[in-house]
C-alpha cells in the first residue's frame, strides 16, 4: 500500500516523469528519457538554452525549458521567458491574414494593389524602411501580386531589401511562378492590410489571434513587461548578442514572445479555435511545389530530387511535407542568436516546438525531432541544419 502512495504522489507531483510522449509511427519515450536525451544532445553541440514543447492528440503533452536565458550570469531558461521568433512570425501573421479571407476582408487572389485608391509608392512612408516602396514607381510587376503569392514566397521580391547591391526593392521574378523565400513579400502584405483596415499590425495580431489565444506575453515591438524575464542569444562561442528593443512591428520577423505563448498559438491552430477547419486546410495545401537543394544560398537556385518523396511544397505561411503520417506543417526561425523549429502533422495531432537562443541550436533539430517525435521527414539539409557532428563534411 505504501509503494502505491508513492506512486500516486509520484504521477500527481511529478507528471513530466512519470507521462510518456507517442511518437508518430506508435512508439513511445518517456519524459525523463527525453530530458536526458535533450541534455546530452545540448552539452555535446554547446546549446545554452532550448526550450520544448511536444504535442500528442492535439495537445501539449511535455513542455520544459534547459539550459540559461544567459549563460554569463547562469540563469535558467523558463518556459515563461521572452523569446525573439524570428520567422515564427510569419506563420502566426499567416493565420491573421486567414481570418480576414474567413470574413471577406481578403481575397487571396485579388492584386494587392487593387485594395489601395493610389499606386503603393505614392505613400509617405511612416517607418524607418519597411513601408517605402518608391522604387517600385519603374516596377510593372508588382501590381500583379496577391496575398496568396505573399503567403506563398512566390511574390517575387528579394528576402530583404538590403540584401539587393543598392539595397533597392524591387520584383526579380514573374510573380506566382517561382518559389523563393521572402520577408519582403510579407511585409508588403502587411503594409496593404494596415491602410486597408486603419489599424496597426500589433491592433490587428492583438485582437485576432494573441487574445483569443490567451498569448499575454507576446506583440511584434518590445514591450516593457518583457524587460523583467527575457533571453538574450548565444553566439557559437557562447558570447552574447546585445538584446534588440528598438524593431519596428514586422509580420515577417519581429514577433516576441515565449514557449508558453507559442504552445498556446499551436494548440489553437491544432483544436481550429482561431480557423475554421476548412481554412486550417486551406493553409496547409501545397501552393507551389519546391526543388531546390537548399532553401537560402547558392544552392537555392540548383533544383534536386532529393525531396521528392516527401513533395516538399509551401502552404499559406507554413511549408510542407507529405509523410505516411499526412501533412507535416513546418515553420522554422532563425535570428542572431536565436534559432527555431515547429513541425505539426495535423491528421494524428503530433507536434513539436523548439525554441532556442543559441547558433547551435539548429545542428541537434535532426536528432531532436527524431528522438521526441520520430520525425525522419523534416528535410534537414534543405534547412541547412546540418547535425553537429556532421558538420565537418557539409
Not at 100 to 126: A, F, N, W
Not at 179 to 207: A, D, F, H, N, P
Request: proline fraction near 5%.
Amino acid at each position: 500500500m505504501k509503494n502505491l502512495y508513492l506512486l500516486l504522489f509520484t504521477i500527481l507531483y511529478f507528471p513530466t516523469h512519470a507521462q510518456t510522449i507517442t511518437k508518430l509511427d506508435g512508439s513511445n519515450i518517456t519524459a525523463a528519457a527525453l530530458d536526458q536525451k535533450i541534455q546530452q544532445l545540448m552539452q555535446a553541440a554547446q546549446v545554452q538554452g532550448l526550450a520544448v514543447t511536444v504535442f500528442n492528440q492535439n495537445q501539449p503533452v511535455y513542455k520544459k525549458a534547459f539550459g540559461y536565458k544567459n549563460i554569463v550570469t547562469k540563469e535558467p531558461l523558463k518556459t515563461s521567458a521572452n523569446l525573439y521568433g524570428a520567422s515564427l512570425s510569419k506563420a502566426v501573421f499567416a493565420v491573421l491574414v486567414m481570418q480576414l479571407v474567413e470574413e471577406g476582408v481578403l481575397d487571396l487572389d485579388k492584386p494587392l494593389q487593387h485594395y489601395l485608391p493610389r499606386p503603393i509608392y505614392t505613400y509617405t512612408p511612416q517607418t524607418k524602411w519597411h513601408d517605402d516602396y518608391s522604387a517600385l514607381k519603374t516596377d510593372s510587376l508588382y501590381r500583379f501580386i496577391t496575398a496568396r503569392m505573399c503567403l506563398a514566397h512566390t511574390s517575387g521580391f528579394p528576402n530583404w531589401r538590403w540584401v539587393e547591391e543598392d539595397q533597392q526593392l524591387r520584383v526579380k521574378y514573374k510573380p506566382g511562378t517561382r518559389y523563393s523565400y521572402s520577408g519582403e513579400g510579407l511585409v508588403y502584405l502587411q503594409v496593404v492590410l494596415e491602410k486597408m483596415t486603419g489599424k496597426t499590425l500589433e491592433e490587428l495580431m492583438q485582437e485576432k489571434v494573441f487574445a483569443p489565444a490567451n498569448m499575454k506575453q507576446s506583440s511584434y515591438t518590445w514591450q516593457p513587461r518583457f524587460e523583467k524575464d527575457f533571453a538574450l542569444g548565444h553566439k557559437a562561442n557562447g558570447e552574447l548578442y546585445p538584446k534588440d528593443k528598438d524593431n519596428e512591428a514586422r509580420s515577417a520577423s519581429t514577433l516576441e514572445t515565449t514557449l508558453d505563448d507559442y504552445t498556446l498559438f499551436t494548440q489553437a491552430v491544432l483544436q481550429h479555435k482561431l480557423l475554421k477547419p476548412a481554412t486550417t486546410k486551406e493553409m496547409f495545401s501545397p501552393q507551389i511545389r519546391i526543388r531546390s537543394v537548399k532553401q537560402f544560398g547558392p544552392l537555392s537556385q540548383r533544383d534536386t530530387t532529393a525531396n521528392d518523396a516527401i513533395a516538399l511544397s509551401y502552404g499559406l505561411g507554413w511549408g510542407l511535407l507529405q509523410s505516411p503520417y499526412g501533412i507535416g506543417a513546418f515553420k522554422e526561425g532563425h535570428g542572431d542568436g536565436f534559432q527555431h523549429y515547429s513541425i505539426l502533422f495535423p491528421e494524428t495531432g503530433t507536434g513539436i516546438i523548439l525554441m532556442s537562443n543559441s547558433d547551435n541550436a539548429e545542428s541537434i533539430f535532426k536528432y531532436l525531432l527524431e528522438a521526441t517525435i520520430g520525425d525522419t521527414y523534416t528535410p534537414w539539409y534543405w534547412e541547412n541544419y546540418i547535425p553537429y557532428d556532421q558538420q565537418a563534411s557539409k
